[in-house]
């Protein structure tokens, strides 16, 4: 998952008990150490239980830390600052357990042969269940440093997709003809 914190391109990425998050500013991309990373400050905590997750140092612009995920909905909160950025809140859902999947991707040539999918291997999938019958398909390109997001019908078409990168977020809506 993506967003932003004031002008702070935040990432995050649920596994098993751990929770990573990755920040990036838009003067540089500190997975390529174009440019020094500022001082980073930032704080998580679990909705609904109260509990702060402690994070700890993994990299530039990367933090992990242990999180004991219930059953069901949870939202996770975090307040991030930079020095000589204007920082902010962002609060993510995360819905444990997560059915993961390998071969739910369309497979539309055009689809797949374009940017950014086109670059092997196939990722896993985060499928989440979504109102009319559509699903929210969750994961990364960590080659091309992108978090993708594609929710699709019934039918696996696109109907929306949402790529984030550390200078970018792009949203795309899809409508198809009955």
């Known amino acids: 998952m993506g967003g932003l914190a004031g002008q702070i391109a935040v990432g995050v990425a649920a596994s098993e008990n751990q929770r990573e998050v990755r920040l990036h500013t838009p003067d540089g991309d500190t997975a390529t150490n174009d440019t020094s990373p500022p001082a980073f400050d930032l704080t998580a905590k679990l909705i609904g239980r109260d509990e702060t ?3 700890r140092p993994c990299g530039r612009g990367c933090f992990v830390g242990p999180v004991a ?3 069901g909905l949870e939202h996770i909160e975090l307040r991030v600052g930079a020095t000589g950025w204007h920082g902010g809140m962002v609060s993510f859902p ?3 357990a997560p059915h ?3 071969d739910v991707l369309i497979d539309g ?3 797949v042969d374009s940017d950014p999918y086109a670059g092997p291997p196939d990722p896993d999938v985060v499928v989440e269940p ?3 019958g559509h699903r929210l398909l969750t ?3 960590p080659a091309e440093g992108i978090h993708v997001e594609l929710e699709v019908d019934a039918s696996y078409r696109i109907v929306r997709e949402t790529l984030v990168d550390p200078n970018h977020l792009a949203n795309r809506t ?3 003809r009955r």
Do not use: C
């Open 174 to 176: 899809f409508t198809y």
């Open 53 to 55: 997750v402690v994070l």
């Open 109 to 111: 040539p055009e689809f």
């Open 100 to 102: 993961i999947s390998r």
């Open 139 to 141: 994961f990364g390109l």
């Open 69 to 71: 995920w219930t059953a």
């Open 94 to 96: 995360i819905r444990r």
């Open 130 to 132: 979504r109102p009319g």
